[in-house]
């Protein structure tokens, strides 16, 4: 199997061309493409075929080539490199009778890898959260630092022996999800759920879902809490899914914060379509791609008509539960 460098050598341009999926405008060493992710009608994914990167202008991700798998195929780091070594194998047997298996060396996963005694991301060390980097990291997002430091921590690993640090989000199997300004990641993928003060063991009320952990957190800065009432479920991966679809079904009402793309609305359509009461959240934040961009654009308009005498503002109500 490939590694990981090995990975983000493969050419972007090529890979997005297998999937029938061509620039609009190619300028030679760069070319504009129609987001994959979304409804695009402007070609706002820059794609640099040199330095093998790529940038989607209208969402502002962007990153390598395992950064664009995980993203266009909503999928963990672990399962990103099943698909680019079986994409590299197919790649290698149409212009080489060797295998991408002889040409290059193993790559195994943390948490979920056959070979568990050489994993690819090994956690060092679990700290509260210091370096000034994650928290700009965080500040940049408007979460609020104290709300982040409750429910996150610095986690230091490694990768293929290469030293690195993260915010990290625990989730329900012990394991981690990673994210810093260049990296996505998880050491094993799991939903994260929390038990809200609202629900207790033998009454299940209401649950909120949300994608990812930074909508949870930006949900908890924007409502001015640090504790939710209700039971929450982190799906982390879209591909958690059906395993929080199973969790959902416990409950009485179910209210949804996911993203406001295509995987997103099928996601919610989905809980809807096995759960009697689920609430789509989403219409709170229309014209947003998630609820992170939306507390973003929330605190720098508070922030650009901020008074010159302070004013002691209340706390934020827009969002029920």
């Known amino acids: 199997m490939i590694t990981y460098n090995e990975a983000n050598k493969i050419s972007i341009k090529t890979y997005l061309a297998s999937r029938d999926i061509h620039p609009v405008k190619d300028h030679g060493y760069y070319g504009m493409y129609r987001s994959p992710f979304r409804k695009d009608n402007t070609a706002s994914l820059k794609v640099d075929y040199n330095k093998n990167l790529w940038i989607d202008f209208g969402s502002n991700d962007g990153g390598t080539m395992i950064d664009l798998v995980m993203r266009i195929n909503n999928y963990s780091l672990n399962e990103a490199m099943q698909e ?42 679990v700290l509260p959260i210091t370096h000034q980097a994650l928290i700009d990291y965080l500040s940049e997002r408007k979460i ?74 930006s949900y908890l800065t924007l409502k001015n809490t640090h504790s939710p009432q209700e039971d929450v479920i982190v799906l982390n991966s879209l591909s958690n899914l059906p395993k929080a679809i199973d969790k959902l079904k ?63 503002r209340k706390p934020f109500k827009g969002f029920r539960p």
């Open 84 to 125: 680019l070594n079986r994409y590299n194998s197919k790649s290698v047997n149409l212009h080489d009778n060797t295998t991408a298996q002889q040409q290059s060396q193993s790559f195994s996963f943390h948490g979920n890898n056959t070979n568990k005694n050489t994993p690819a991301i090994t956690i060092q060390k």
């Open 250 to 312: 416990d409950y009485k009402e179910v209210h949804t914060y996911l993203d406001n793309d295509n995987p997103g609305k099928k996601a919610t359509l989905a809980i809807k379509q096995t759960h009697p009461a689920v609430i789509d959240q989403s219409a709170k934040y229309a014209g947003y791609k998630d609820l992170n961009q939306y507390l973003i654009s929330t605190m720098q308009i508070q922030q650009n008509e901020k008074p010159k005498t302070e004013v002691k």
């Open 144 to 217: 609020s630092i104290d709300i982040a430091k409750q429910y996150c921590s610095e986690i230091h690993y490694s990768v293929n022996g290469k030293p690195f640090f993260a915010v990290g989000f625990p989730n329900d199997s012990k394991g981690w999800i990673l994210r810093s300004d260049p990296f996505k990641g998880c050491s094993s993928m799991e939903v994260t759920t929390y038990n809200g003060a609202n629900n207790t063991n033998s009454t299940k009320e209401s649950c909120l879902v949300f994608e990812g952990f930074t909508d949870f957190l």
